[in-house]
């Protein structure tokens, strides 16, 4: 299984809202990742969880909170968004350690639309 | 501050052509360099990465080649396929395992039948 599953591939939702995109793999990385895109940009890092602890928060505001329950899992809760943050929300998953190639293996994403 | 930064949004080439996709960058603490493809409606895929202590990496029709003094990298594909029409990111990273990977901005390829 060498997949990154995303779940819903597509959101529309209200700014007073709260919803949560989830991701998951199963190939033992101890790595994972959100990535937000726009439209003709490339991919900008947001978050990463290493061995399921947040590593990296790339200045995202508040209105996303990054969840890893276990190493399988990664969630991105979404409340109080706003119309700017619509945008294809990629997760990626990578080995870690001794093992690492520097490869990631993102998900299809999760085309995001804030009415 | 586009650390890392492809100057042509977009290439055409015939098939069975070689196609040429360059990446700059600017930080010179950059040590890892990868490719990656992007179809529609998918995640990126892993091409190719390159080392700064190589020069040049192979794999199959992809080479990238890499010229530190310059901070310039490029993507050879060779011969080009009607099926390697996708947009092309380089991405950069200090070293593997710090998880930080600075994409740049895209060059979309179309090869022509």
């Known amino acids: 299984d060498t997949e990154v599953t995303q779940t819903p591939k597509h959101l529309v939702m209200g700014m007073t809202n709260k919803k949560s995109l989830k991701c998951e793999q199963h190939?033992?990385?101890?790595?994972m990742y959100w990535y937000k895109q726009k439209a003709k940009k490339p991919p900008e890092l947001m978050f990463v969880?290493?061995?399921?602890?947040?590593?990296i928060n790339e200045s995202v505001p508040s209105r996303f909170s990054p969840e890893c329950p276990n190493s399988s899992l990664l969630n991105l809760h979404l409340h109080a968004l706003q119309p700017e943050d619509s945008a294809l929300y990629l997760c990626?998953?990578?080995?870690?350690?001794?093992?690492?190639?520097?490869?990631?293996?993102f998900g299809e994403g999760s085309r995001l639309t804030v009415l | 501050d586009q650390q890392v930064k492809q100057n042509s949004p977009s290439l055409s080439v015939q098939e069975g052509r070689i196609s040429i996709l360059n990446c700059d960058y600017t930080?010179?603490?950059?040590?890892?360099f990868l490719w990656y493809k992007k179809y529609p409606a998918e995640g990126p895929t892993f091409l190719i990465s390159?080392?700064?202590?190589?020069d040049k990496n192979e794999d199959g029709r992809f080479t990238v080649f890499l010229n530190k003094s310059a901070k310039h990298l490029s993507l050879h594909i060779v011969p080009s396929q009607p099926g390697d029409s996708a947009v092309y990111f380089c991405?950069?990273?200090?070293?593997?395992?710090?998880?930080?990977?600075?994409f740049g901005t895209g060059t979309r390829l179309k090869v022509l039948a």
């Open positions: 990626a998953s990578s080995v870690t350690g001794t093992a690492d190639t520097g490869e990631l293996f």
């Open positions: 930080n010179s603490m950059f040590d890892y």
């Open positions: 190939m033992g990385h101890r790595a």
């Open positions: 969880y290493s061995y399921e602890k947040l590593s």
């Open positions: 390159i080392s700064s202590i190589k």
């Open positions: 991405a950069a990273s200090v070293i593997p395992g710090t998880y930080k990977y600075i």
